[in-house]
């Protein structure tokens, strides 16, 4: 993806400030590590940069449990319906208007060919390049954590984890509290 990336930005005579959810964050910060020269800076919305471990007592924690127990049955089974269970987690309290369509928006393309096992595959990717070129990255970082992001037990850990990995002062936090996985379309 960073590689994608980075032709693009060269395709439109580039430099740019690239945005990246999820696990795009992590090619963001991948992108901006190989050409400093072309990433003026970066947003990572709920990045998935660094490589992830659970700790048994992060299974306490009910909200990261069921998102990790819906996100597993969906690369496990393939489930359109486990999937559509966790977005229900990861958008919790304020909705997009428009959430019943987009719903069945992503069941219909979740249901093409190819779609579901493209999903199951990224799921199984582990952002552990993204994690260790970290500290190549030259260009100010903002990382966006929702409070209630049911991909970590603790969402505020995981963010400055990513910060602190960065070069001193190139990073900053925002947490947005009662945001889940996509605080960027929530608020």
Request: aromatic residues 6%; charged residues 20%.
């Amino acid at each position: 993806i960073a590689g994608d990336l980075l032709a693009l930005i060269r395709h439109l005579g580039g430099p740019a400030v690239l945005v990246g959810h999820s696990v795009s964050g992590g090619a963001a910060t991948i992108a901006a590590a190989q050409e400093p020269s072309l990433i003026t800076a970066v947003v990572e919305l709920a990045p998935f940069t660094r490589k992830q471990t659970i700790r048994p007592g992060d299974l306490r924690v009910k909200r990261f449990r069921k998102g990790t127990l819906r996100l597993l049955g969906t690369g496990v089974f393939g489930s359109r319906r486990l999937w559509r269970s966790y977005l229900g987690l990861a958008y919790p309290g304020a909705r997009p208007a428009d959430w019943d369509q987009r719903l069945g928006r992503i069941d219909a393309l979740l249901r093409e060919p190819g779609r579901m096992k493209a999903m199951q595959r990224m799921g199984r990717s582990a952002p552990t390049d993204a994690g260790a070129r970290l500290g190549d990255v030259r260009c100010p970082v903002l990382v966006v954590m929702g409070t209630l992001d049911p991909d970590w037990a603790d969402p505020h850990a995981e963010g400055s984890a990513v910060v602190d990995a960065l070069p001193s002062g190139l990073g900053r936090l925002e947490m947005i509290e009662g945001a889940g996985h996509y605080p960027h379309d929530q608020y």
